[in-house]
């Protein structure tokens, strides 16, 4: 499909993970792409995958507000007018699950990357958005801030919650400007990190317990992720704002 012709799509923390493949998805779609990124050996692995091959990289730590926003000014000024913005950069970064253990170390480092970045993000690209009458945002929640988590910990079970919520007062605000906000709420999606995580936090039994649970029998993929980001990132998702889709199998529903 080339739903996204024309389109240029900024897409955070995407060298790796979950926002490589959203990157890829929207590169086969035709969407012009920047990808950000602070892991210089990561974008130099993915820049050389022939799915990204059209794929613009920048490296910035986006925990650093200043450098975050001298990257973006440089890319618009660069003539990427970003219709499409991907607010992936997150995660519970391997802080402890258990609360008592959390600092506020561990609560700032994940509010920092998951709400704050993501915030700065949204107030460099929204005011182009506004201007030219067209956005897609698609904020990545996740099943963890809807329902809980079995292996992550309160600090980034809120941290989502805050983004997840935001989703829907950015929908009402910047609605009448022809821009949507959207959020995609993934369940556990087995990348190598994750694979990882659950290893150190849940025995085998455990994690097939887990999956006998799940309606559809199996794990998320990367690919489940990008093309639902896909969906509210197309122009003919117009009518669709301040929305939670889930993406986890059936793990977690709502009516
Ligand atoms: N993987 C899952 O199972 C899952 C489930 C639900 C939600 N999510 C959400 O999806 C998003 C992506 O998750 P993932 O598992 O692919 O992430 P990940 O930890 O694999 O990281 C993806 C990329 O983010 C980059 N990054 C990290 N810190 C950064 C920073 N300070 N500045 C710039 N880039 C930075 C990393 O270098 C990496 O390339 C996150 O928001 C996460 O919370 C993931």
């Known amino acids: 499909m080339k739903r996204m012709s024309g389109r240029t799509a900024l897409i955070t923390g995407a060298a790796e993970g979950l926002g490589k493949a959203v990157a890829a998805r929207l590169s086969e779609e035709s969407a012009r792409v920047v990808v950000i990124d602070r892991d210089a050996a990561a974008i130099k692995r993915a820049s050389a995958e022939p799915d990204m091959a059209d794929v613009t990289f920048r490296q910035v730590d986006m925990m650093d507000g200043d450098a975050l926003a001298a990257t973006l000014a440089e890319i618009e000024s660069a003539g990427f007018d970003v219709d499409i913005l991907v607010n992936n950069a997150g995660g519970s970064l391997h802080t402890p699950r258990d609360f008592f253990e959390e600092t506020d170390a561990h609560w700032d480092q994940v509010m920092g990357l ?18 030219r009458g067209y956005g897609r945002i698609v904020n990545l ?16 079970v809120a941290a989502k919650g805050a983004i997840q919520s935001m989703t829907l007062q950015l929908a009402q605000e910047f609605g009448p400007y022809g821009i ?16 990882g995580l659950l290893k150190e936090r849940m025995t085998d039994d455990e994690q097939q317990a887990v999956l006998d649970t799940i309606p559809v029998r199996r ?33 977690g529903m709502s009516s």
């Open 180 to 195: 949507t906000c959207n959020a995609v709420c993934p369940g556990a999606i087995h990348t190598p990190r994750v694979i």
């Open 141 to 156: 929640g996740s099943k963890a801030g809807r329902y809980g988590s079995l292996f992550t910990g309160a600090n980034y």
């Open 219 to 251: 794990a998320g993929r990367v690919e489940d992720v990008a093309a639902a980001v896909a969906f509210f990132a197309a122009d003919e998702a117009g009518f669709i704002t301040g929305q939670l889709m889930d993406v986890n199998g059936g793990q």
């Open 114 to 131: 998951n709400v704050t970045a993501a915030v700065r993000t949204l107030r460099m690209i929204l005011p182009g958005m506004k201007r």
